[in-house]
């Protein structure tokens, strides 16, 4: 009971002063397990326990594999293979989330540097939260990393960042990329259309590709106002001379439909599902 109407009041203190605050055993509730989630993922960090899958991006004209998606998953001992979305989200706003981020990244450029040395050179993009890009310094800490990774062509890697987040704070997100592509790296705006970017902003933004948002992609089929916006943003990636990717592409059809309308690279599970690095050369 102590304990309780201590934390009332420490929130009622939080809020402002001069007020009274009533303890609430759900989101009491819910802070723990959320302390409690954070410290497994601290520690499936320092235990390895995270890995990362790879979805290759494919031209359809010619079925040549032009880069690949690294998306973390972990590798939890009891439950098996988490998704991102089972983990990030109780880590989006605290340190580990830019820790997780950093891991992933250095991974990447491991990878590249592994797949290199056997022959292979394919560009891998890697996944950047707001967190990361805007708090800390996003660019010194790639810089670092680089770095660490010294045969590996900048170009090989390209950040990933999503539509929602570049506005947040247009201007700062432009000039982070900026300084980031003086190192040679190249950007994407990943689930385009899911957000209401304006034209002005995309101006902004030196985003080398568009990625057009999955459930747009998924739903062009059956409702023209999706088939509106998919074409839309295809002839928006032609006019800033950017490069348009589809994602979530499930069938033939879907493929076959965007070659029509000009856009011929494309990831989704029709082609390959995400998988292990190991898999990826076969
Ligand atoms: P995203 O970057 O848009 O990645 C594409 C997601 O769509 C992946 O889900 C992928 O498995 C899934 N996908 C691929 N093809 C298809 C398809 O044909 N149909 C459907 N329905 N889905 C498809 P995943 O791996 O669960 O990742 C979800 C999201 O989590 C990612 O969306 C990305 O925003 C985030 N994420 C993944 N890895 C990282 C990471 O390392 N760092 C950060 N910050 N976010 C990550
Ligand atoms: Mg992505
Ligand atoms: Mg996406």
Redesign the pocket.
Same mark, same amino acid.
């Given at each position: 009971l102590m304990r309780h109407a201590d934390q009332a009041m420490y929130q009622a203190k939080q809020i402002g002063k001069n007020r009274f605050s009533v303890f609430d055993a759900t989101l009491d509730a819910e802070t723990t397990a959320r302390h409690q989630h954070r410290e497994q993922i601290h520690n499936a960090l320092s235990l390895g326990q995270f890995v990362l899958h790879y979805?290759p991006k494919v031209n359809l004209r010619d079925g040549k594999v032009v880069g690949v +998606?690294?998306?973390?998953r972990w590798q939890h001992p009891e439950v098996g293979l988490l998704?991102?979305?089972d983990f990030?989200p109780s880590i989006h706003d605290h340190p580990l989330g830019m820790e997780l981020?950093e891991w992933?990244l250095n991974q990447a450029l491991c990878q590249i540097g592994e797949w290199r040395r056997s022959g292979l050179l394919i560009p891998v993009s890697?996944?950047?939260?707001a967190q990361?890009l805007l708090h800390g310094n996003f660019n010194d800490m790639l810089s670092a990393l680089l770095n660490r990774h010294p045969d590996i062509p900048h170009d090989q890697l390209e950040l +990933?960042i999503?539509e929602k987040s570049t506005h947040q704070d247009a201007r700062q997100v432009s000039e982070i990329m900026y300084q980031c592509l003086a190192s040679g790296v190249e950007f994407s705006i !990943? !689930?385009f259309g899911s957000g209401n970017s304006s034209l002005s902003e995309l101006k902004q933004l030196p985003a080398r590709t568009l990625k057009i948002d999955?459930r747009l992609v998924?739903g062009m089929l059956d409702n023209a106002d999706d088939l509106s916006i998919v074409s839309s943003i295809i002839g928006l990636a032609t006019t800033f001379r950017r490069n348009v990717v589809a994602?979530?592409?499930?069938t033939e059809r879907h493929g076959a439909r965007l070659l029509e309308l000009g856009c011929s690279l494309a990831?989704?599970?029709?082609i390959s599902?995400?998988m292990p690095a190991t898999d990826l050369p076969a």
């Open positions: 979805q +998606e690294a998306l973390v998704p991102p979305h990030l981020g992933v890697v996944n950047i939260s990361q +990933e999503l !990943d !689930d999955q998924s994602e979530g592409v499930e990831q989704g599970f029709c599902a995400p």
